[in-house]
């Protein structure tokens, strides 16, 4: 039993023992006092009639209408007048029934009162005994009556003693509410904060709690810098603090391999041109604060245009690549326009070639980088600052315009969304849901989401396409009762209808909510915070998971990650790549692992290429891993 049940009952006890003793103690205090009235009457009336009748003549008739007269007045019960023998002379006994006071109360309250005596003279003889008892119906009904009031009045104290005690417990339910909520929150590793209440006992138990939730929570974020640091000693340039080459070609490869709109984008190289000149002439420092201006213009740049990543391959070269963004000759610009300028506030004469090009699903990291390369030779042979765009070749373009693309992708949602599978398994081998990236059919083939996602994006139809995945995996889980992963993309929580239809399409199926795993990316836990809490408010109470995917060792700084909610994280595909051989590596992931697991969060490894590479991830504590390299064993 709860303890407002508890101090609820415990108030009705009261009321009602107070209630019922009082009453009880009006009662019998009023039918005492009634009694000793009606005997002290008895008495009197006996003595004065006796003393009429002593003076009277002793006629029998004369006598006989003497008590009748008295006995029909109505206020006696019984008149009887015995010989000193003790035989009746005279008698009347009137009816005992009491029309309006309840039988109950009659019997409950009997009157034990004793008839009025008195003698009654013949001259100084004894004519006879005189007995007389009053009648108790209106002693009956005025105590009926004082009752009812007194049971009224009671009954009105209670009313107004339940709504002050009404008004106390939800004084005492407030606080205790909240520190029930901050209780469930920590164990659910979500480390909140309570007001203070202002109930001495409460307080002190909010006060211990909030210490706790402190210092579990500078704990974290003692484990989080812990790992940024780690993270940037592995991966970090240790000039520029930009991630180095293998870091970033990592990047590179888990977009290359990615089934979401990271799958295509642009890539950007930029040379600082004869950087050895320059380091001669400018000095040492002077070219590393040269190096670090390049790296931060290309920064901006990246976020001006999205997510943005920056790396550096090499000493004098840098790499930008910018996911789901294909307007080559926009970003060339604004590139171009950056490095200019960079290039005029130097006192010597600077040249930043560069060159882009589009990169897609599948192909070889490589070629890509080849390609690049000599396209940024030849930049570099031109004029200050030189440009090279490569195209995109025809052969690789589905649609050339904006209206066919949007007919194509009205006309493949029409038809529906082909889901492929590919399962997340956890150490034992046994699943944990299915990954379910999208397919369209377009141009008479179902293309993979690096094909179209792009195009989606920029033709604001990343809701429709959501919703389209969501009611398929619906209907997926139905049937086949396996949980299944749902990606939504950041650009569909900027759509106000869309988190509504995604409720009210889970709610038409509950029994499916607890197989549904809904994944956001990481990024949106930074850009659209409070979008992403609102999203977990709705779906989370449904029974549905919650989780980001392409985490990197960034996801400790998200604000207010204890309070989300989250099931599970899927580490970034870049982090697990040649997990095997990199020692360093192993130990950022153990130490992302312990922090989710601190946080009640499962920890899931993206892109593992290879068992024995799962085997590696599973010893650091991940719970379970997906990619090119895991298959689930057929029962």
């Given at each position: 039993m709860s303890l407002i049940k508890q101090l609820w009952l415990t108030i009705v006890v009261l009321l009602l023992l107070a209630f019922v003793g009082s009453l009880l103690i009006g009662v019998t205090s009023s039918r005492h006092y009634i009694e000793q009235e009606v005997r002290i009457k008895n008495t009197d009336n006996a003595n004065a009639l006796a003393l009429s009748m002593s003076q009277m003549e002793k006629d029998p008739v004369i006598l006989e209408l003497l008590l009748a007269a008295q006995f029909d007045t109505g206020h006696y019960r019984r008149i009887e007048l015995r010989d000193p023998e003790g035989g009746v002379i005279e008698q009347r006994v009137g009816n005992g029934h009491i029309d309006d006071v309840p039988g109950w109360f009659v019997e409950l309250v009997r009157f034990d009162i004793p008839a009025g005596q008195a003698v009654v003279q013949d001259g100084w003889q004894q004519f006879g005994t005189l007995e007389l008892e009053s009648q108790h119906s209106f002693a009956y009904r005025s105590l009926w009556r004082s009752s009812l009031e007194l049971a009224g009045w009671f009954a009105i104290a209670g009313v107004i003693s339940l709504l002050l005690a009404s008004w106390i417990v939800r004084t005492i339910r407030l606080p205790l509410r909240d520190v029930v909520s901050q209780a469930q929150a920590i164990g659910e590793r979500r480390f909140t904060t309570a007001r203070e209440p202002k109930t001495l006992e409460l307080r002190e138990v909010v006060q211990a709690m909030n210490r706790l939730s402190g210092a579990v929570r500078q704990m974290l974020g003692a484990e989080s810098d812990k790992l940024d640091q780690l993270r940037r000693r592995m991966q970090n340039d240790s000039v520029t603090a930009i991630p180095a080459r293998t870091a970033f070609l990592d990047q590179l490869q888990a977009h290359l391999q990615s089934d979401s709109d990271d799958a295509s984008g642009t890539l950007a190289i930029v040379r600082v041109a004869r950087l050895g000149e320059v380091n001669q002439q400018i000095g040492h420092g002077a070219t590393d604060a040269l190096l670090v201006k390049v790296a931060y213009s290309l920064k901006q740049l990246g976020q001006f245009f999205g997510d943005g990543q920056v790396g550096r391959l090499n000493g004098s070269d840098f790499a930008l690549i910018v996911p789901r963004y294909h307007d080559l000759q926009a970003i060339g610009n604004e590139l171009k326009t950056r490095l200019e300028a960079l290039s005029d506030e130097q006192d010597i004469s600077l040249s930043l070639p560069s060159a882009l090009c589009e990169y897609t699903q599948g192909e070889g990291r490589a070629e890509l980088l080849a390609s690049l390369d000599g396209a940024l030779a030849a930049a570099e042979?031109?004029?200050?600052?030189?440009?090279?765009?490569?195209?995109?070749?025809?052969?690789?373009?589905?649609?050339?315009?904006?209206?066919?693309?949007?007919?194509?992708?009205?006309?493949?949602?029409?038809?529906?969304?082909?889901?492929?599978?590919?399962?997340?398994?956890?150490?034992?081998?046994?699943?944990?849901?299915?990954?379910?990236?999208?397919?369209?059919?377009?141009?008479?083939?179902?293309?993979?989401?690096?094909?179209?996602?792009?195009?989606?994006?920029?033709?604001?139809?990343?809701?429709?396409?959501?919703?389209?995945?969501?009611?398929?995996?619906?209907?997926?889980?139905?049937?086949?009762?396996?949980p299944v992963g749902i990606n939504l993309s950041a650009n569909s929580l900027r759509d106000g209808r869309f988190v509504s239809e995604v409720v009210s399409r889970v709610r038409a199926r509950p029994a499916c909510a607890s197989r549904l795993w809904f994944e956001l990316p990481q990024s949106i836990a930074f850009q659209q915070p409070k979008a992403l809490q609102n999203l977990c408010n709705e779906l989370l109470p449904l029974g549905c998971k919650m989780g980001l995917e392409h985490v990197s060792t960034q996801f400790g700084k998200i604000e207010g990650l204890q309070d989300l909610g989250l099931t599970f994280m899927k580490i970034d595909a870049s982090l697990s790549q040649g997990i095997e051989n990199e020692s360093q590596q192993q130990s950022l992931l153990r130490g992302m692992c312990t922090l989710a697991h601190s946080l009640g969060i499962m920890a899931i490894a993206e892109g593992v290429e290879s068992r024995t590479a799962a085997t590696v991830l599973f010893e650091l504590g991940m719970d379970g891993v997906t990619g090119p390299g895991i298959r689930q064993d057929q029962d």
């Open positions: 042979n031109q004029a200050q600052n030189g440009q090279i765009i490569l195209s995109v070749p025809a052969s690789s373009v589905l649609y050339t315009s904006h209206e066919e693309w949007r007919r194509a992708l009205n006309d493949a949602l029409e038809q529906g969304v082909f889901l492929a599978h590919y399962p997340v398994l956890d150490p034992k081998g046994h699943l944990i849901h299915h990954e379910i990236p999208s397919r369209l059919r377009l141009k008479g083939e179902w293309q993979p989401a690096g094909i179209f996602l792009p195009w989606v994006s920029r033709l604001a139809m990343a809701a429709e396409l959501d919703l389209a995945v969501v009611t398929a995996a619906l209907k997926d889980t139905e049937t086949s009762g396996k």
